[in-house]
């Protein structure tokens, strides 16, 4: 097979031509930089002024300029003083379109940016009023200008020096005895009437728990029937034996008991439906002498295998953002709402979920 060539070398005339156009782009690139460089981005018609100052903490080179809070240029030098008493000399260089703004009696300050940030420059025109924008008023290249080397901090202490010596509504509030003692009594009486808030609320909440106690109120509260009663959905349930899950007289479960419960990890994930919920109802013996007691017994029995499966089995959550109710029931001594068919230990505990 014959084997093609796809090079070939340029005329003498070609590569003349391709030299002079890569040295011309070479040169348009430089001069384009020299400008560029030269004009330092602020154009060609910038121009500098220089503001003395009796000390520059935090100014250097390339620190911002601003004109009536505009962004106009930066500092480009610092001239150290000839002797001790003289300025220090900053040379600033100013975009040539606020040539017009700067007059020969402004003034420079060193400021804050920001209570925490560093210097800026900020210029102030302080044109007199008399003063008629002309070619004369205009501000001379290398003008020198008054700098004020005051900031923002050391106005803050000013500040503070006049509260202390009692000056102003907030110093003379500071410095009044009486009227210290007076916010320091509402203050007293406001700490008073916050303890009394808090007594009763804790006062009604207590009234609260004791109405929910009471069988006739607590129907209101937590209706049994209306739980375990649903003629629109399809019960199953699993029961367990409260003397298998539960250290005796006690709602702590038992090594036993955690193993029952973690047995329904299958039941429970094959019920995790849309619209279902979990109700778990706790059961004492009627015979107990305590009806009060058992009823407590049974509430805090429910509450911890609710709790046991939230944390063990995800019991409430059905997807990736969907949840169901899963309610704590305790009944004592009353009877379920619907007659049992069928025998059940008096002392259980059932897990029901209800799917529509």
């Known amino acids: 097979m014959r084997r093609l060539s796809v090079s070939r070398s340029l005329s003498r005339f070609q590569a003349v031509v391709l030299g002079l156009i890569v040295l011309t782009g070479l040169a348009l690139a430089g001069a384009g930089l020299f400008l560029i460089g030269g004009r330092g981005w602020y154009g060609a018609d910038a121009f500098h002024v220089r503001a003395g100052f009796r000390e520059i903490r935090g100014v250097e080179v390339g620190t911002r300029v601003r004109l009536k809070g505009m962004d106009a240029g930066e500092v480009v ?39 925490v940030g560093g210097k800026v420059l900020e210029i102030k025109p302080a044109s007199t009023p008399s003063a008629v924008p002309g070619a004369d008023d205009l501000v001379a290249e290398d003008q020198l200008l008054q700098g004020d080397s005051s900031d923002l901090m050391e106005e803050v202490g000013a500040a503070l020096n006049g509260i202390r010596d009692g000056k102003g509504s907030l110093g003379k509030f500071l ?48 209706d049994p029937a209306a739980l375990l009663q649903r003629y629109k959905s399809e019960r199953q349930r699993r029961i367990f034996s409260a003397n298998d899950l539960f250290e005796p007289g006690r709602a702590v479960l038992t090594t ?16 995790k439906r849309p619209g279902s919920d979990v109700v778990v109802v706790a059961y004492a013996d009627p015979r107990s002498v305590n009806p009060q007691a058992a009823r407590a017994l049974t509430r805090q029995e429910s509450e911890t295998v609710c709790d046991y499966l939230k944390a063990r089995q995800g019991v409430q959550k059905i997807g990736w953002f969907s949840t169901r109710k899963v309610t704590p029931l305790g009944l004592g001594v009353e009877p379920p709402p619907m007659p049992e068919s069928e025998s059940l230990p008096p002392d259980r505990l059932e897990i029901q979920i209800f799917t529509p």
């Open 77 to 115: 030098a610092v001239l150290s003083p000839d002797q001790l008493d003289d300025p220090v000399v900053l040379r600033l260089k100013l975009k040539g379109e606020y040539r017009r703004l700067i007059r020969p009696d402004a003034v420079v300050r060193i400021e804050s940016d920001g209570l």
């Open 256 to 271: 036993q008991g955690r193993q029952d419960l973690d047995g329904l990890a299958g039941w429970l994930k094959a019920l």
């Open 175 to 222: 410095t009044d005895t009486q009227a210290h003692d007076a916010f320091v009594d509402m203050m007293r009486q406001g700490t008073k009437v916050l303890a009394k808030s808090e007594e009763t609320a804790t006062a009604l909440q207590q009234d609260a728990d004791a109405l929910k106690r009471l069988p006739v109120v607590g129907a209101y509260v937590e």
